[in-house]
Nanobody
Framework: QVQLVESGGGSVQTGGSLRLSCAAS????????MGWFRQAPGKQRELLAT???????NYADSVKGRFTISRDNAKNTVNLQMNSLKPEDTAVYYC????????WGQGTQVTVSS
């Protein structure tokens, strides 16, 4: 079992920045991928960014150039730096961990007002 605890959500105005963090604990495989999804009301969950243990990252086109994913393997944490936020970024953001099985965080709300 892997437990994920997210932090850093909140409210910000258009153009602002937020940083999300997620800490993983439990039975963590040495080979794993961590990342972030989001889900806006009435929409499907959207994959935003992933990062492997060796630092390879991928981004959805919708956030490329604005969001940056990073991780600290020693602390088993993954972060998402979100800049130039837009109202359409408003959603619940979920941390995810894939290593053997897939685990999800509880979600953290991000609200961007115009």
């Amino acid at each position: 079992q892997v437990q994920l605890v997210e932090s850093g959500g909140g409210s910000v105005q258009t153009g602002g920045s937020l940083r999300l963090s997620c800490a993983a604990s439990g039975s963590i495989f040495s080979t794993n991928t961590m990342g972030w999804f989001r889900q806006a009301p009435g929409k499907q969950r959207e994959l935003l960014a992933t990062i492997t243990v060796d630092g390879r990252s991928n981004y959805a086109d919708s956030v490329k150039g604005r969001f940056t994913i990073s991780r600290d393997n020693a602390k088993n944490t993954v972060n998402l730096q979100m800049n130039s936020l837009k109202p359409e970024d408003t959603a619940v953001y979920y941390c995810y961990f894939r290593g053997g099985l897939v685990y999800w965080g509880q979600g953290t709300q991000v609200t961007v007002s115009s």
